[in-house]
Structures are given as structure tokens and as C-alpha cells.
């Protein structure tokens, strides 16, 4: 940028490069932007994952804030920064608090900041627990077509654990092509079951609804399984379940006993970051001693280095990768900005002359 400030002025410590302005959008605006575009989502999920395989991607650990008087409660800290064509940095702040739903909140909350790539200033906070949901459940769509490659493609859904997750991912899966002949449902909540059937039918939603009793039933008699739960520990430990060798979307992390994993094919989205924090390929490599039960990320096969067998159990864990929160994200950004929708907050950053 030019500058063409006077002496005095540089010498005050006036600002040179541009301020960029500082929206706030709303998760009425978020919905708005992302509704009805799941298949284009779902290639913009694929496109992060392929900058973040190419090392064009910084996503560190994520940050866990825990509760000594609330044990079930958490909130977590992903920065990141994506590169490519739409340069960006920034966080998603997310909170778990399950006990929420007794009360008739939802569980997770969220909020996402943007920064610009080339000063480092935040231009934009977004409700995120929509972005959140809509990154888990694109990527969740984009594994089931991937990994169902060279077998048979699975017509019988089955969602364990019925909440918010859940819905985005049949949503998103319906909205890119895939029809069930079955979907069978289980939740340990009745309540949470109807309400799940509930919404099936008013999505018009293919296939037979069953609510399943018995967890047991479900996985049996489905050959593509969503786990969706709040689990904190493994519950579901037998490996004979798996017997019919379903594709398995992994997606809450903790249900499956290393042992299940030990006698699958399993596939991650970024190693180091699932193998930690208690889930359960951590538990596997613990329990191993190393990483050998892997057979490689999503990107691997997505770019055909690796590919997903016919006559195995397949199992998809993805921890959730910040920098799909922040391509989602951006995307939800510019939308509201095309459509002129942009809330801003005029000067949101003051005292921008160093000296004074």
C-alpha cells in the first residue's frame, strides 16, 4: 500500500495498511448461506482436505478446557489457517455441555472468528455450532462415498445416537444422492429416537424407519453405521456385530473398542490428531504400541494411494480438522457479503495510532 502520510504522521505512528472492518453474522445468516448447498459443501470439504494432505494447511492440536465440577462439560479451542486461493486464519471456540439437552438447550455452542491472512486482524465472528455440524456431517458424506468405493454401496443406514450430528448427516447425505432402502435408528433416549423419526419423515426420507431397542439390532442390520453419541468411553465391545463388515462414519469418536478397530480397516483424517485425547484408535495404538492398525487418511484415499478394501469392516474416525471450520466458514462470510447482508460493527478497533 502507498504511503502518503506526512512526517508528522508517520512520526504519530499512524496506521499504513488497511483496517479490514469487523462483521458479526448470526446463525440465522449462517443457515441461510449453507442451505441447499450440501453437494457444494461437500466439494469445498474435499478441497481443504486436499490443501491440508499437500501441507498447505496450519492446524495445531486442538485446546481442551475442562471442568472439575462439571466432568461431562468441556470447551474446546481449534486455531488454524488455510492456504490457497482463499487465504485465511482464525479459531472456532466450541462448548459440549450435555447436560444442556435435559433442559431443553443444545448441547454444543460456538463461535468462529476470522482473521485476515495479511494483518492478522479478526473481520468476522460467526455462530459456529451450524458451521460445526455442517463441516462434521460434509465430511461424514464425503467418507461414505469414498470408502464405499469397490463394494457394494450400502443401502441400509443405521444412526446410533439421534441429536444434532445426526440430522446434518442424513441431511447432507440425502442431499448428495444417497437413497436407503432402510434407516434404523437407536438412542438411549426414547425421546430423542421419536424425535429423530420424526424429522425422517418430514425430510422425506427414503427407506423403512425401525427404532431399534437393542443397539445390537441396529448395527446387524445396517451396512452403513453412524455413530453420532456423546460417549466418553467405549460401550459398544463385541466384535461379532460386525461380522457383515459395514462401513462404519466413527464420527463421536469413543464408542468402539480398540479390539473392533484392531479387526477393521480403518481410516482417519489427520493421524495426529485423532490418536489422542482418549479416542478410541488412541486407545488402539495404546494398547498396540504403535500405529500399524491404520491404513491412512481420508486425503490417501480421496488421491488413490490407498484403497479402502471390499471385505473388511471399514471405519472412518475424524477428529474434525479446524481448518474445515474456518473453508466452511469463510464461505458462509463471503456469501453474506455477495448478498449485502454483513452486519458490521463501525470502528470496532480503536486507538489504532501508536503515539497516540
Given at each position: 500500500?502507498?504511503?502518503?502520510?506526512?512526517?508528522?504522521?508517520?512520526?504519530?505512528?499512524?496506521?499504513?495498511?488497511?483496517?479490514?472492518?469487523?462483521a458479526?453474522?448470526?446463525g440465522?445468516?449462517?443457515?441461510?448461506?449453507?442451505?441447499g448447498?450440501?453437494?457444494?459443501?461437500?466439494?469445498?470439504?474435499?478441497?481443504?482436505?486436499?490443501?491440508?494432505?499437500?501441507?498447505?494447511?496450519?492446524?495445531?492440536?486442538?485446546?481442551?478446557?475442562?471442568?472439575?465440577d462439571?466432568?461431562?462439560?468441556?470447551?474446546?479451542?481449534?486455531?488454524?489457517?488455510?492456504?490457497?486461493?482463499d487465504q485465511?486464519?482464525?479459531?472456532?471456540?466450541?462448548?459440549?455441555?450435555?447436560?444442556?439437552?435435559?433442559?431443553?438447550?443444545?448441547?454444543?455452542?460456538?463461535?468462529?472468528?476470522?482473521?485476515?491472512?495479511?494483518?492478522?486482524?479478526?473481520?468476522?465472528?460467526?455462530e459456529?455450532?451450524?458451521?460445526?455440524?455442517?463441516?462434521?456431517?460434509?465430511?461424514a458424506?464425503?467418507?461414505a462415498?469414498r470408502?464405499?468405493?469397490?463394494?457394494?454401496?450400502?443401502?441400509?443406514?443405521?444412526?446410533?445416537?439421534?441429536?444434532?450430528i445426526?440430522?446434518?448427516?442424513?441431511?447432507?447425505?440425502?442431499?448428495?444422492?444417497?437413497?436407503?432402502?432402510?434407516?434404523?435408528?437407536?438412542?438411549?433416549?426414547?425421546?430423542?429416537?421419536?424425535?429423530?423419526?420424526?424429522y425422517?419423515?418430514?425430510?422425506?426420507?427414503?427407506?423403512?424407519i425401525?427404532?431399534?431397542?437393542?443397539?445390537?439390532?441396529?448395527?446387524?442390520?445396517?451396512?452403513?453405521?453412524?455413530?453420532?453419541?456423546?460417549a466418553?468411553?467405549?460401550?459398544?465391545?463385541?466384535?461379532?456385530?460386525?461380522?457383515h463388515?459395514?462401513?462404519?462414519?466413527?464420527?463421536?469418536?469413543?464408542?468402539?473398542a480398540?479390539e473392533?478397530?484392531?479387526?477393521?480397516?480403518?481410516?482417519?483424517?489427520?493421524?495426529d490428531?485423532?490418536?489422542?485425547?482418549?479416542?478410541?484408535?488412541?486407545?488402539?495404538?495404546?494398547?498396540?504400541g504403535?500405529?500399524?492398525?491404520?491404513?491412512?487418511?481420508?486425503?490417501?484415499?480421496?488421491?488413490?494411494?490407498?484403497?479402502?478394501?471390499?471385505?473388511?469392516?471399514?471405519?472412518?474416525?475424524?477428529?474434525?480438522?479446524?481448518?474445515?471450520?474456518?473453508?466452511?466458514?469463510?464461505?458462509?462470510?463471503?456469501?453474506?457479503?455477495?448478498?449485502?447482508?454483513?452486519?458490521?460493527?463501525?470502528?470496532?478497533?480503536h486507538d489504532?495510532?501508536?503515539?497516540?
Open positions: 500500500m502507498t504511503n502518503l502520510l506526512s512526517p508528522d504522521e508517520r512520526r504519530a505512528g499512524t496506521p499504513t495498511a488497511h483496517v479490514p472492518g469487523f458479526v453474522i448470526s440465522a445468516q449462517v443457515q441461510q448461506a449453507l442451505a448447498r450440501e453437494k457444494e459443501i461437500v466439494e469445498l470439504v474435499e478441497q481443504t482436505y486436499r490443501l491440508h494432505g499437500s501441507g498447505d494447511t496450519v492446524n495445531p492440536p486442538s485446546y481442551f478446557l475442562r471442568f472439575p462439571r466432568p461431562s462439560a468441556r470447551i474446546i479451542a481449534l486455531p488454524a489457517s488455510v492456504g490457497g486461493p485465511v486464519d482464525g479459531l472456532k471456540w466450541i462448548s459440549s455441555f450435555p447436560e444442556n439437552v435435559a433442559s431443553g438447550l443444545p448441547r454444543a455452542s460456538a463461535v468462529l472468528i476470522l482473521n485476515d491472512h495479511d494483518t492478522g486482524y479478526p473481520f468476522a465472528c460467526l459456529s455450532s451450524i458451521i460445526s455440524a455442517t463441516r462434521t456431517a460434509a465430511s458424506a464425503l467418507a462415498d470408502l464405499s468405493l469397490g463394494r457394494a454401496r450400502p443401502t441400509r443406514i443405521g444412526f446410533f445416537g439421534t441429536g444434532l445426526a440430522r446434518y448427516i442424513h441431511t447432507f447425505l440425502a442431499g448428495t444422492g444417497w437413497n436407503f432402502e432402510s434407516v434404523g435408528v437407536h438412542d438411549v433416549s426414547a425421546d430423542s429416537a421419536a424425535g429423530f423419526c420424526g425422517l419423515k418430514q425430510s422425506g426420507a427414503t427407506g423403512e425401525t427404532v431399534h431397542e437393542r443397539p445390537e439390532d441396529l448395527i446387524r442390520s445396517s451396512d452403513l453405521v453412524v455413530f453420532a453419541t456423546v466418553g468411553t467405549p460401550h459398544v465391545t463385541d466384535q461379532g456385530l460386525f461380522a463388515h459395514p462401513l462404519v462414519l466413527h464420527v463421536s469418536l469413543r464408542d468402539l480398540p473392533i478397530l484392531l479387526g477393521a480397516a480403518n481410516f482417519v483424517d489427520d493421524v490428531h485423532c490418536l489422542k485425547a482418549d479416542t478410541s484408535p488412541h486407545l488402539a495404538e495404546q494398547l498396540t504403535s500405529r500399524d492398525f491404520l491404513n491412512g487418511t481420508l486425503d490417501d484415499v480421496m488421491c488413490k494411494r490407498v484403497l479402502p478394501p471390499a471385505d473388511r469392516t471399514v471405519i472412518f474416525s475424524p477428529f474434525g480438522l479446524g481448518v474445515l471450520d474456518l473453508a466452511v466458514g469463510k464461505f458462509v462470510y463471503d456469501q453474506a457479503a455477495k448478498a449485502g447482508h454483513l452486519r458490521r460493527i463501525d470502528d470496532f478497533f489504532l495510532r501508536r503515539y497516540g
